[in-house]
């Protein structure tokens, strides 16, 4: 599968893979100048770039692992939805969950996107649904880990 993508700014870096079997593909910062985030603030980052998804694709905004768990810095909205059929820039919501300010420098890689298969589907009401060894139960309900 190939996905169009177009630069905004010549600045800009295509999303890479960091190793062959990288489910995301990381996205850079494409910020000319460093930009900080305060603790409990969510910033747009701009990436440069638009995508022309396949139809029947979606694409998806993670965190970075390190990103998150060394400095609180995730996406603000969790995760991020790219629709096929959006045409403009990608930006990266980023919120600083720490207690320490967060400088974000240009070119940094800030979030990967996992593109998924995203098939059409038709809400159909029913009045009863089919069993199964679970059931209704919910949080929790499958141990305590």
């Known amino acids: 599968m190939t996905v169009s993508v177009k630069k905004l700014d010549?600045?800009?870096k295509l999303p890479q893979r960091?190793?062959?079997?990288?489910?995301?593909?990381?996205?850079?910062?494409?910020?000319?100048?460093?930009?900080s985030v305060s603790p409990g603030q969510t910033v747009l980052v701009p990436t440069g770039?638009?995508?022309?998804?396949?139809?029947?694709?979606?694409?998806?905004?993670?965190?970075r692992s390190g990103l998150g768990l060394r400095h609180g810095i995730?996406?603000?909205?969790?995760?991020?939805?790219?629709?096929?059929d959006y045409r403009g820039e990608v930006l990266v919501g980023l919120h600083n969950h720490s207690s320490a300010p967060y400088t974000i420098q240009p070119?940094?890689?800030?979030?990967?996107?996992?593109?998924?298969a995203c098939p059409s589907w038709e809400a159909?009401?029913?009045q009863s649904l089919d069993d199964t060894a679970r059931g209704t139960g919910g949080f929790g309900s499958t141990g305590t880990r």
């Open 10 to 12: 010549p600045a800009a």
């Open 18 to 35: 960091a190793t062959a079997y990288s489910a995301g593909y990381d996205l850079c910062a494409c910020i000319r100048q460093e930009l």
């Open 49 to 63: 770039l638009a995508l022309a998804l396949p139809e029947g694709y979606g694409g998806f905004i993670f965190a």
């Open 74 to 84: 995730v996406p603000g909205n969790c995760v991020g939805v790219i629709d096929a």
């Open 107 to 116: 070119g940094e890689r800030i979030a990967q996107l996992v593109v998924l």
């Open 124 to 126: 159909v009401e029913t």
